[in-house]
């Protein structure tokens, strides 16, 4: 229940953690673990696995606290009420209607993703619907996107100063991992392949990853085979400072980060996919899997 006098921060801090929209300190199912509940409900896109996957990152709970708050000002001071669980769907379209003068798209699409998510944990049927509508009538054309692959990546590398940033660097170009899941893991027992954790809590307990880079891997180990070759901040600060020196940026004038040796390895996978006679739906699908994406629009933006 919404009472008289109360703060939006306590009335959104109450809602988040009475729906579940938080994660319980006893829940330790993981993402994946949750997109596989979502499957045997038949919840097939991420807007509907989004409707039953509780909030864990701290980041993430502080924006959609944040997001609510001013959701909740602003539907109590237009006189659409608030209280959370039965605002109107008028309030959401007026609140988005109200935030698209004032900020970027990718912005307004967090708006929507925490409101949709808000509606669903606490049943409030309204909100979906009316954020479906902004996005499809109101929602701003995404900008022109450029390509964030290093234009020249072993020139990137050759400008790291450490051995460490280096191997990481060549581990990312060569397999196309994570920045994290690059810098951490562990060498199996056979020597051949390395296990480690992705994003959304997978688990890869034989990863192929080439032998070179795993016998240069070693001096980074210790008796039981576990690698931690450096912390992640003082990586991408290496990668930045080559990617200066070698001159990559994007057109908005920005460094491109670690990431952009991803992009290369999806891109180059692709273009050798399609010169060996894939077609191009199988050679995006081949790439999507080896990025361990499972929505193969987001590999769009790694081929481009």
Known sequence: MSRAGESDAHHVWDFMHSTGMIR???????????????????LSTSSERSSITPLTNQ??????????????????VNGFGNNLRTLPGEAASAFLSHKAEDVGRQRLQDICSCITKAGAFGGNANFAPAVEAFRKDEMPPKAETVSRAFDNPQEVISNIKSDGAKLAAEIQLRTGLRADNALSFKINASGDTVSFVSKGGIRHEAFPMPQDLIDRSRAFADPGGNVSIMPYRSYEYQVKNAATASGERLTDGKVINSHGFRHCFARDMYNGLIKSGVSKAEAKAEVSEALFHHRQEITDLYIR
Do not use: M, N, P, V
């Not at 609510?68 to 602003?74: A, G, I, N, Q, T």
């Open 24 to 42: 319980d300190a006893e829940d330790t199912k993981t993402r994946h673990e949750y997109k596989e509940i979502a499957a045997e409900k038949g």
């Open 59 to 76: 980041k993430t709970i502080d924006k959609y606290k944040g997001i609510l708050k001013e959701f909740r000002h602003f539907s109590r």
